[in-house]
């Protein structure tokens, strides 16, 4: 009976897992080890899958590591030099031949370089909000070393492309806190009242609009990081962090893993 009764488990878990939407909470945990603030910035590593994690542990005193998609397992925590406060981070930026963390800060200058192997901070990106604004979102584009910026406070989505920064688009009504980049689009997560993803084409052409299903009204979001290919049937995931609960929840958006090669990234960076 206990055999039937699993097999018939698996079969109602599969089920659930075929009609699983857009905007699906795939899962959700508390990072072993994570800093007494949650995580609050997330990026995606695309040589190795894993995800970066920051967080602050108290003022002045960010520690990062790098988490398993997989099994969302971290290794060993670090600190990063420099910082007061964290909020998004990317990964992936090119500058002098070292390849860097940008985790958005809450003192000027606002997106500071941060070298993963030391902790060290090594130099900083020109502000583009003002410091009431708060620098929410970031995600670097492993195609050009574009780097992508959200606000708390500005509806503009804006780009760096190594010597000045651009508006993408305008996200109005919404607190606009993390960024993604990913399958050649950009993803913006926005929190309290709209718990949506805003998703847009990497030349800045609107794509859709997914609702984060049954999300809790109160739990403000933060962070963005691409997730896993076909991580529900055909369909990508992201991952995000809210600091109500402090966890770390992977959603499901739609089959975009089609629109590049993941294999081309490595070549790609390696020109810069």
Same mark, same amino acid.
């Given at each position: ?129 003002? =410091? ?31 010597? =000045? ?108």
């Amino acid at each position: 009976m206990a055999k039937i009764f699993a097999s018939l488990l698996a079969v109602v878990l599969l089920a659930s897992a075929a009609v699983a939407a857009p905007g699906d909470i795939i899962r959700s945990q508390s990072i072993s080890g994570q800093p007494s603030s949650g995580v609050r910035g997330l990026a995606k590593d695309w040589d190795t899958g894993d995800i970066w994690i920051a967080g602050p542990n108290g003022s002045n005193n960010i520690m990062y590591t790098n988490m398993d998609a997989e099994s969302m397992s971290p290794g060993s925590w670090n600190t990063a030099s420099g910082m007061y406060w964290v909020f998004d981070i990317g990964y992936g930026y090119v500058d002098g031949g070292t390849t860097y963390l940008l985790m958005n800060d809450q003192t000027a200058p606002y997106t500071k370089m941060i070298d993963p192997t030391t902790g060290s901070y090594d130099g900083e990106l020109p502000d583009y909000y003002s =410091s009431a604004d708060y620098t929410d979102g970031c995600s670097v584009d492993w195609d050009d070393n574009y780097v992508y910026l959200s606000s708390y406070g500005s509806d503009d989505i804006v780009y760096y492309d190594g010597s =000045s920064w651009n508006v993408l688009t305008t996200i109005s009504g919404g607190l606009n806190m993390g960024t993604a980049v990913a399958w050649e689009h950009l993803f913006i997560i926005r929190t309290s009242p709209h718990y949506t993803i805003e998703v847009y084409t990497i030349d800045g052409t609107f794509v859709e609009s997914i609702d984060l299903n049954s999300w809790p009204s109160g739990n403000y979001l933060i962070g963005l990081a691409p997730g896993r290919e076909d991580a529900a049937g055909d369909s990508e995931s992201l991952f995000f962090a809210d600091f109500i609960t402090y966890q770390v929840h992977e959603v499901e958006v739609g089959n975009y893993s089609t629109s590049l090669e993941r294999s081309t990234w490595g070549s790609i960076k390696a020109s810069f």
